[in-house]
């Protein structure tokens, strides 16, 4: 038989109490408190940039329209898009971190089991992702997403709302000799 490896990801072995408990530890509720509020100057300083962007195309759309090198259909579909893409993307924004903040308030816990994938679905300002079998996860912190091994079976602890990994243990697969 060999030998069982033993690895954890983003916690101490007081976290790791708790989280099998389906709890947060206090030290996890502090972290989640200080990312949520990076969180939030974060998406305003994204929101404020964004209104400036769509200001100035808004100007030059209108600029280009009467000076005649635009057609109005087609200027007022260029701002529909631009209003359009402004409003998804601080409403997905918005909408995280209000989901960070109901885990943050519950403090719960999910226990999953499965093998992780590296594989990135979508880049993300705010988080990467972990594939989990057929699910979809969240990390927060770069430095975890590289230290998950693509095809190895873990024991994730996941935020319920927000779907964000907090912990991670490699779970060792028993390996029996059979003799003939």
Same mark, same amino acid.
């Given at each position: 038989m $060999?030998? +069982? $490896? =033993? =690895?954890?990801?983003?916690?101490?072995?007081?976290?790791?109490? %708790? %989280? $099998? #408990?389906?709890?947060?530890? +206090?030290? =996890?509720?502090?972290? #989640?408190a200080a990312r949520i509020d990076d969180f939030q100057?974060?998406?305003g300083r994204m929101i404020k940039r964004s209104v400036?962007?769509?200001? &100035? !195309?808004?100007v030059a759309?209108?600029?280009?329209?009467? !000076? $005649?090198? /635009? /057609? *109005?259909?087609?200027? *007022?579909?260029?701002?529909?898009?631009? !209003?359009?893409i402004m409003l998804a993307m601080t409403s997905n924004l918005n909408r995280f971190t209000q989901l960070l903040q109901l885990d943050l308030d519950s403090q719960a816990v999910r226990i999953i089991k499965g093998r992780a994938s590296r594989f990135t679905m979508r880049p993300h300002p705010m988080y990467h992702t972990l594939r989990v079998e057929l699910q979809t996860y969240r990390l927060l912190d770069q430095a975890l997403h590289r230290q998950f091994i693509t095809g190895?079976?873990?024991?994730?602890?996941v935020l319920p709302h927000s779907g964000v990994v907090i &912990?991670?243990? #490699?779970?060792?697969?028993?390996?029996?000799l059979y003799r003939h």
């Open positions: $060999r030998g +069982a $490896r =033993q =690895q954890t990801i983003g916690a101490d072995e007081g976290d790791l109490k %708790n %989280n $099998r #408990l389906g709890l947060m530890s +206090a030290g =996890q509720i502090e972290k #989640l100057s974060q998406t400036q962007l769509a200001a &100035a !195309v808004t759309v209108v600029l280009l329209t009467f !000076v $005649r090198v /635009l /057609l *109005l259909p087609i200027a *007022l579909v260029i701002e529909i898009m631009v !209003v359009g190895e079976l873990y024991q994730l602890y &912990a991670a243990e #490699l779970i060792g697969e028993k390996e029996f």
